[in-house]
């Protein structure tokens, strides 16, 4: 298999459509490897760091966030967009204290994947938390946050995916980056 980015197309036009706060998204006349001539939207995105918190229980600290693009809470591991000139174990240890008011004491990597490649570049970094540490006073949430914080069970998880409930993609993918770390 090919690895992503080492089969760039060539740029015949750039466009700049939006520059947002977290990203731009851009429409671009490309040429691509096997030939193919016209024009693809994509969304530029900084990238985004996850965390997977187990408690000394094995429970996983989860947050239940309002998303108004599907006008609704899903269910997420806390995550947040990368910083510039931020390592993706910062960004990781910011959002647990943030989102949860938890602090871990003991990281380990989990790795890294693509979230939707077919409209965004956006890559996520997983990474396991544990020893945890409730935090007496957390920090502020970002004003634009709605989070409540959620325990559930490896296996609560994984029915609540199998039911259908409303867990985010990056959710679902860490979680089984994770599995083989935890009790169930």
Not at 78 to 105: F, L, Q, S, W
Not at 118 to 134: H, P, R, S, T, V
């Amino acid at each position: 298999m090919t690895k992503p980015g080492s089969e760039p197309p060539t740029i015949l036009q750039n466009r700049l459509f939006y520059q947002g706060r977290k990203f731009s998204f851009d429409v671009n006349t490309l040429r691509l490897p096997n030939g193919v001539e016209g024009d693809w939207e994509c969304i530029r995105h900084p990238g985004g760091a996850l965390v997977i918190p187990v408690t000394s229980e094995g429970e996983l600290v989860l947050v239940k966030q309002y998303r108004f693009a599907v006008a609704g809470r899903t269910l997420e591991f806390p995550a947040g967009t990368i910083e510039p000139n931020e390592d993706p174990a910062e960004t990781v240890k910011r959002e647990i204290e943030e989102e949860t008011g938890y602090r871990a004491h003991r990281w380990q990597k989990l790795g890294q994947f693509i979230l939707a490649p077919g409209y965004c570049d956006e890559i996520i970094y997983a990474f396991l938390a544990q020893d945890l540490e409730k935090l007496e006073t957390p920090p502020q949430q970002d004003e634009d946050e709605d989070i409540d914080t959620v325990l559930m069970t490896p296996k609560e998880l994984e029915q609540a995916i199998l039911d259908g409930e409303p867990v985010d993609a990056k959710t679902i993918s860490s979680f089984l980056l994770a599995k083989p770390y935890l009790q169930f």
